[in-house]
């Protein structure tokens, strides 16, 4: 989860969600649920919906419970996967309770974006497929953020802008894909699992991209990689770092001297400080017992003398405050 090998395991997750989404789109094509068919079409001319529709009738309503089933399984294997690969990122114990959360609340809004979307398009308010489509993904992409940002590190605002331009640039190349192959099951295999990449890589792109700053994990050196910390510390929490597993910053290899509770780390007036609970060397010097010291970037941090455990603490703010 390093350098290139972070980027292109979110890449490989993104087509292992948009796999798993064309996947559940064809089972349930499979199944032939007639009952749900039958449930949009009630839903339309309760909403009155059936009227104003473009071509009149119920005629378009098998393809708006399509476009929700797609949205869906789409919504459903993309979260799960891409959820997955955020939670083995992390250096906290994985969780998949937060991975099937996502996951759910990601089935659930993707329905409604798909379902807003056909609204917009045979409602009338924008009949060109080509804008409709965009506008539908553009939403869909904002709500995949919001929703991968729900009990991670990815702050909300990044997960928005990188959902947004990955999911435009993803439907873009899905829609220049339908002009290449008459086959339309082809075309919508190849094009989940192309758009599951765009979004996986993308998101990752911009996120890393904006966050302001992180750990760098450098020994032990099978576990090094990168933790975001820009997320919580601004939301005006302490993180603690030790074996305890609930640190967010967890040290889950053996190292005797670390402590379950060994330091915090805050977020005030511009800086990060360190709170050492237990022996905390900053540049090869001791730090003050429970007293707040203020990092700069390129600080290393070892976990005591006889410690193995040692991060860089990674600045990437274009402009540094001077502590007071």
């Not at 953020?145 to 640039?169: D, K, T």
Request: hydrophobic share 50%.
């Amino acid at each position: 989860m390093k350098g290139i090998f972070r980027q292109l395991n979110w890449l490989w997750f993104g087509l292992l969600g948009g796999f798993i989404g064309w996947l559940l789109f064809a089972v349930f094509k499979l199944l032939n649920f007639t009952w749900y068919y039958k449930l949009y079409t009630n839903i339309a001319n309760q909403i009155g919906l059936a009227e104003t529709s473009a071509g009149g009738g119920l005629a378009n309503f098998d393809s708006m419970a399509d476009d929700t089933v797609l949205g869906i399984a789409f919504g459903a294997g993309l979260c799960f996967a891409l959820a997955w690969v955020e939670e083995r990122g992390q250096p906290r114990q994985l969780s998949w309770g937060r991975i099937m959360l996502r996951t759910a609340l990601g089935t659930v809004v993707s329905a409604m974006v798909f379902l807003l979307g056909f609204s917009i398009q045979f409602g009338g308010l924008v009949e060109n497929p080509l804008f409709s489509g965009l506008i539908t993904w553009a939403l869909f992409g904002v709500a995949i953020g919001i929703v991968l940002s729900v009990g991670s590190s990815i702050a909300i605002s990044r997960a928005v802008l990188g959902g947004l331009i990955a999911a435009v640039i993803a439907y873009l190349a899905y829609y220049g894909l339908s002009f290449l192959t008459t086959d339309f099951g082809l075309a919508r295999l190849i094009g989940f699992v192309l758009m599951g990449g765009i979004l996986g890589a993308m998101l990752n792109t911009v996120i890393s991209a904006l966050e302001d700053f992180e750990l760098e994990y450098l020994s032990p050196s099978q576990y090094r990689g990168t933790n975001p910390i820009s997320k919580w510390l601004k939301a005006g929490l302490e993180i603690t770092v030790g074996k305890e597993p609930g640190s967010y910053v967890y040290v889950k290899w053996d190292d005797e001297s670390v402590e379950p509770r060994h330091a915090k780390l805050s977020f005030f007036n511009g800086v990060v400080y360190i709170e050492p609970l237990a022996e905390t060397l900053r540049k090869g010097f001791m730090l003050p017992m429970n007293k707040k010291t203020p990092l700069k970037n390129g600080d290393i941090i070892q976990l005591g003398r006889a410690s193995i455990t040692k991060f860089k603490y990674v600045e990437k703010r274009k402009t540094q405050e001077t502590p007071a």
